[in-house]
């Protein structure tokens, strides 16, 4: 279960976000503050894996929460902001300082769970191992990655509309799910090729990705296409 905190001056935006929020498995709103002090003494006294900031707050914005934040040892909480600034110094400031992603206001439901199911997808893939090579990290980047989703005219770097299309096509003709070897030897490419097509397609909601546990060895990651 994930641990949510919410960070928002307007209690009715808040009260929304905790709605969206009860929509989603695995996830759960641990606690609430109107104002940057309040978040972060919240903060320091519980557990929380992701904070949902907004920028404007009465006593702080929301940059300077994120330093007093990483200031004081908290630096195992991740953070999405969610704010109606548009200044781009805000933008700026809220990426240097490793923000998962930010959100413009108003946010629709689908775009709110789109990007708490990114980061649900984020954190486990990166507590599947222990020790890490490039595939992994190259797929753990691709999940964090902001890029546009999948259009018939705009790909993100990296990913080859001809290509992608023969990953999903194999995908569509599956049933029991299919491992990146395997789909790597369908498609005669790399591993880390074809890990990183089917991240994307985890990333843009189209498959889903589980740890299988086998009898020895370390769990292998298996994606399956998502019912509808």
Same mark, same amino acid.
């Given at each position: ?46 557990? !929380? ?6 920028? @404007? ?30 200044? +781009? ?23 709110? !769970?789109?990007?708490?199911?990114? @980061? ?10 222990? @020790?890490?090579?490039?595939?992994? !990290? ?52 790399? +591993?880390?090729?074809?890990? +990183? ?15 299988? @546990? ?6 292998? +990651? ?7």
């Amino acid at each position: 279960m994930l641990n949510v905190f919410i960070a928002e001056d307007d209690f009715r935006i808040a009260d929304i976000h905790e709605q969206f929020i009860s929509k989603i498995n695995g996830v759960r709103v641990v606690g609430k503050a109107l104002n940057g002090e309040d978040t972060i003494n919240a903060l320091t006294e519980q557990p !929380v894996d992701l904070l949902l900031l907004d920028i @404007y707050m009465p006593d702080k914005l929301g940059v300077e929460v994120i330093t007093e934040l990483r200031t004081k040892g908290l630096k195992d909480i991740d953070i999405i902001v969610i704010t109606a600034a548009n200044e +781009r110094n805000f933008l700026e400031e809220s990426l240097r300082s490793g923000v998962f992603s930010y959100l413009i206001k108003p946010v629709l439901l689908d775009k709110f !769970v789109e990007e708490i199911e990114r @980061y649900k997808e984020y954190k486990k893939l990166l507590n599947s191992q222990d @020790y890490v090579d490039q595939e992994f !990290v190259d797929s753990l980047l691709i999940t964090n990655s902001n890029e546009p989703q999948i259009n018939e005219q705009q790909h993100p770097k990296g990913i080859d509309p001809l290509t992608l299309k023969k990953v999903t096509e194999i995908m569509d003709h599956l049933k029991d799910g299919i491992t990146a070897e395997e789909i790597r030897m369908k498609m005669g490419a790399s +591993r880390t090729t074809a890990r +990183r097509y089917l991240e994307y397609l985890v990333s843009t909601g189209e498959i889903n990705a589980e740890l299988e @546990y086998g009898v020895v060895g370390r769990p292998e +990651r298996k994606y399956y296409r998502r019912e509808n």
